[in-house]
């Protein structure tokens, strides 16, 4: 019997669904739970695209939310955000107001247009059509879902470009308390195992012959080429432990560690980077305290396992090689 690979629906009440589109690589994922759950957020890059963030501070009346959506097609694909909620209507789930149930939906997007036909992007239906598609089985990873158009090492033209995707990783203590994540790795940077140092993939040599290394670049004076609003890492860590809305953001804040660690460079003025917390509230921890310190330093280190997992999955499109098939 093969192993099952850790992954985000390890948490428990944790469903996620794919939408993948074969026309051009771009798809959405939506990532929800059959009860409503609390969440947070912490955007970080400096070309975001949201839906419904401002509702996740701590001092906004909302306490918990239904879903939240990842999607490709840059500011277009916030459109699935809605086909999600009328999935969620149909079901009966979102705040209930006389006769009517209102679904909370927060996204984000990032930017995968360059690759095939722009005017496909993901709309209302391939929304609908992840979050019926949502399950607690291992999430499927690589050129899925808001991964399936990512690309990475941009920052020194797309030319030099490689393949991104989407990975997930999970990690469960002894008490109990499960820490999951889910990311689609689309960063102008390189991306770097940290456990080596080891550039595992991002802007190539020109010649074929290894990595260009952006940073080694920037630091000898060169300018990154036109990367205007076409990266981000947009991401989710959930945990099974009660938290609030502050809680769920100081874990949020101390998961995008994780972009540091392994993506050179990230949270730049080009990149969207954003990471939503979610949590469900299935665990009763007995005797000890939760303690967010370590919630967050594993919500860091699962969301590392899942970039990486994004870069090992993905698969070459076009003249976008994939790591596995790229010599380094």
Request: with cysteine; proline share 6%; aromatic share 6%.
């Amino acid at each position: 019997e093969v192993p099952r690979v850790p992954s985000l629906t390890d948490v428990e009440g944790i469903l996620v669904g794919h939408y993948t589109f074969c026309e051009r690589p771009t798809g959405c994922t939506v990532v929800t739970s059959l009860l409503p759950f609390t969440a947070g957020v912490d955007v970080r890059g400096g070309a975001p695209g949201t839906r419904e963030t401002d509702l996740l501070k701590p001092e906004n009346t909302v306490e918990q939310i239904n879903a939240v959506v990842l999607s490709g097609g840059s500011a277009f694909g916030l459109e699935s955000a809605a086909g999600v909620s009328q999935y969620l209507e149909s079901q009966g789930r979102g705040i209930r107001i006389g006769s009517i149930h209102v679904p909370i939906v927060c996204a984000a997007i990032l930017f995968d247009l360059n690759l095939g036909d722009a005017k496909i992007r993901p709309n209302a239906e391939a929304g609908f059509e992840a979050a019926r598609a949502a399950t607690d089985a291992p999430v499927p990873e690589g050129n899925v879902g808001a991964g399936a158009g990512a690309t990475v090492g941009k920052l020194l033209g797309p030319e030099l470009a490689m393949k991104g995707g989407l990975g997930s990783w999970a990690a469960r203590l002894p008490d109990g308390l499960e820490v999951g994540a889910l990311a689609a790795v689309n960063c102008g940077g390189d991306v770097v195992d940290p456990a080596s140092g080891r550039i595992i993939a991002g802007a190539r040599r020109s010649d074929g012959a290894g990595f260009a290394d952006i940073m080694d670049h920037l630091g000898r004076g060169c300018a990154p080429a036109s990367v205007f609003l076409e990266n981000t890492v947009i991401g989710i860590v959930a945990a099974n432990a009660v938290l609030t809305k502050s809680q769920c953001t100081k874990v949020a804040q101390m998961a995008q560690d994780a972009l540091a660690r392994c993506i050179y460079p990230c949270h730049t003025p080009w990149d969207g980077d954003t990471i939503f917390t979610l949590s469900t509230g299935r665990w009763v921890p007995g005797q000890r305290a939760i303690d967010i310190g370590v919630i967050g330093a594993l919500a860091a280190d699962v969301l590392t396992k899942a970039i990486l997992r994004g870069i090992e999955q993905a698969e070459s499109w076009g003249s976008y090689p994939a790591a596995r098939d790229y010599p380094n």
